[in-house]
């Protein structure tokens, strides 16, 4: 494809596409069960309630002997109570035994209290002999016991819908023995790179061709937000083909990113093929790198002109994609790591566009890493970026700039 | 098991215990080959050699003509110099013509650069008629063209080993035609739940039963920080069954973590099983929750004996295990999250003890959801914890606080 590119209309500011897009970007709303293990950072899609109380019965919260607490309010350090022991109570066991006046039954850590007792007296102030045991110190009623539901009430619904499952909520599931969650999809996401002379890392490099970099961070970058990537074959820049490509996608994709090789020329095609399939909605942001984007959709489903540079993809991927991918899966925001540097080399930046300079960190200073729009290798060896707003031109030599570390 | 809790020896504060903990942890050395896209968020295991140069090829970082720039120096806005066009060159196509003095040919960003060119002008400043092409605006030799090995060098070490794979770094390794990656097996951890009266999620609660929370919070964090969690059925509480698990499980993992149930006295019979194996390091950590802590090692592998209070497990999971299992994994530190909060409730604290109080954040105020050692619900609402150190009894209502996200 030899041609001009075709002019950008305007471009719009870096927050104005993010909005647009976030605006077009629907939740998943599919939902499926998965085993509790699974659910570790997924979004639950019920409110889950507990059909039983945890724990499910009173228990002792202390090694020592169950009893009335009335038996031991006597009880004094040199005048100690005596009770009769009439057995013994393990974790994990029942006993159909009561205990009456007088009367107590020795009892293990979290092992269900007798019937008959309130409270448990523990093993540290007590003597033991023979059937008979001392009881050197007082016990009020409940006291050293988990009463029954003291942590979940039957029917409480414990983990709203649409939360994020960390491991403390996983730990809560498990306690009410929610052996399989109902968690949402993750979203399907295409990948389709382009360009005449890309091909995938599993083929030899002919003369002229270069390795598809943009669909493995593209890859990443799905998978990190709670998505599946489904990247396919390398679909050359014709508008038939990507015309094919984009309907046979639509269909069964959540979202599709189209990943350009190098040349800007691509989009020009794919531009004309969205426009005959559905909408264009913007092309080009004031974002750099990463001005060339393209976003539109066909029935419903967005479709993403990515620019073709890894650099610029991968910018793009992160400060454009990122939070798209994040509303799809109905992850939560994504949290962002900042740290403050003293940039070592005066920068300048283009007026009018929303600038990211990516930085290495060593003791506190900030190093420019970049070598030009188009070196992965830029982006692989620096710690971080730094945002230089629309608004600035320069920002010098030992300035303090905040890097969001990746 | 009935019986008194041993006396835990003298505890040891939490960063003592940490650092005996790290410096008995060996890094994994096993490596394995995986796909490029499983490569990401693993650890590199070698230098990251390039055996090609990246571009591959001089190319054209513009769209227009690929010239001789000495003969364009005497091009003006109104007086152009006129080149003969002699063939087109497209992305991923490289051509045999060569161009001689006066010569020119139409060239695509990203096609291979033809001999004889040294520099592209860009089409915005050309016309084109027929075969001839007027030029307005002269190029320096250079000027708009990518040189061949510009990203990388043949022969470059792009990646360090021990490096983090991030998206960038898997889009560099892309970029050098690696299809399959050399990374650092992740290291294998037994999870082994005990307690009598504890049972999995997959089964009907009996009397006197609970279910297994710890498992699962473990093997959480364990997926969370790149290794792989190896669950087995619940054990019971009897020195033989637990010596036999024991020699199982160290012959086959990294590191091993038994989850007791509620009950301290199951530490008593893991501690004398761990004992007669190999060697008790440590029993007791001044860190709440989290003070039963086992730790001790069989044939070098590390067997920890987590405390039964999910709450204290999970506590100690993140501000124990976590580092170990980075270390193992070699994984790059973990990054904490934090935001200042203001403390809704005076909290008073165990002199001695370091002291974690998880709360939930709303609109820049604490509250504190603590309900009681062995609800996991309280950590289950809550977005994040804050420290109180050994040497504070008091944090008053009002206070700020620093809280860590979970």
Redesign the interface.
Known sequence: ?????RPFGELIPYEEALSTLLNEVKPIDRKEFVS??DA??RVLAYDAESD?F????D?A?M?GFAVKAEDTFEAGKFDPVELKNIG???????LEKEIIKGECI???????MPKGADSVVK??VTEKEKNLVKIYDPVHPGENV?PKG???EKGEI??KKDVFL??????????????KVKVYEKPKIGIIPT????VS??RE?K???????????L???V??NGCI?LSGNVVQDSIEGLKEEIEKKVKNMDMVLFSG?????DKDVLIDALDSLGEVIFHGIKLKPGKPTLFGKVKDTPVIGMP?Y?TSC?NT??QLITPALRKLSRFPEM?E?KTDAILQKRITSSLGRQQYMTVKIENGNAYPVY??S????S??Q?DGYFEIPENIELVEKGDKISVI??
Do not use: C, W
Not at 54 to 57: A, H, M, R
Not at 207 to 217: A, C, L, M
Not at 374 to 377: F, L
């Open positions: 494809m030899i041609q001009k590119q509790l293990d570790f950072e039983m945890v724990p499910p019965f228990r919260a090694d013994k109570l393990h974790a994990g066991k029942s020795q009892i293990a850590t979290g092992a269900p093993v540290e988990s003291e942590d979940i414990v983990l960390t491991s403390a909520r996983i730990g809560a599931l498990a306690a009410m023995g929610k052996e360009g005449d002379e890309v890392v599993e490099l003369p002229g061709q270069i390795y598809d970099v943009n669909s493995h961070t890859t990443s970058v998978n990190k990537p090789g190098s040349s800007v020329g073709g890894p991968l991927a992160q949290a790591r070598k030009q188009g070196a992965i290798t982006m692989a620096a570390l990746f």
